[in-house]
Nanobody, 126 residues
Framework: VQLVESGGGSVQTGGSLRLSCEVA????????MGWFRQAPGKEREGVAAIDPGGNSTFYADSVKGRFTISHDNAENTVSLQMVSLKPEDTAMYYC?????????????????????WGQGTQVTVS
């Protein structure tokens, strides 16, 4: 199981970026996939997640209406479209994969319990 993120970079406030997580070893749409971020000196936080099958999504309050998580089944990737970026969105962004229990724990309990993680991609908004 491998997750490889791409698409990070530096943008100005109000700009957009699209992060992509390439999945190898299983079918992404059959897993709970999530995007997380961690800024220096802060705890890792859940940004967005999509449940197995893609029927439900989760967004942190801070990104609702600005970020969209989606599957690209043809490419076996999960993307995070980010618009109206703010300086407070600056962080290392990580893709993660888990089962249905991972989605439940994140959404209902606020717990991050994903067994598979990528290496991260940096997003800087100035």
């Amino acid at each position: 199981v491998q997750l490889v993120e791409s698409g990070g970079g530096s943008v100005q406030t109000g700009g957009s970026l699209r992060l992509s997580c390439e999945v190898a070893g299983y079918t992404a749409s059959r897993k709970c996939m999530g995007w997380f971020r961690q800024a220096p000196g802060k705890e890792r936080e859940g940004v967005a997640a999509i449940d197995p099958g893609g029927n439900s999504t989760f967004y942190a309050d801070s990104v609702k209406g600005r970020f969209t998580i989606s599957h690209d089944n043809a490419e076996n990737t999960v993307s995070l479209q980010m618009v109206s970026l703010k300086p407070e969105d600056t962080a290392m962004y990580y893709c993660a994969a888990g089962g249905a229990e991972s989605f439940f724990k994140l959404v209902v309990l606020g717990e991050i319990d994903f067994p598979y993680w990528g290496q991260g991609t940096q997003v800087t908004v100035s």
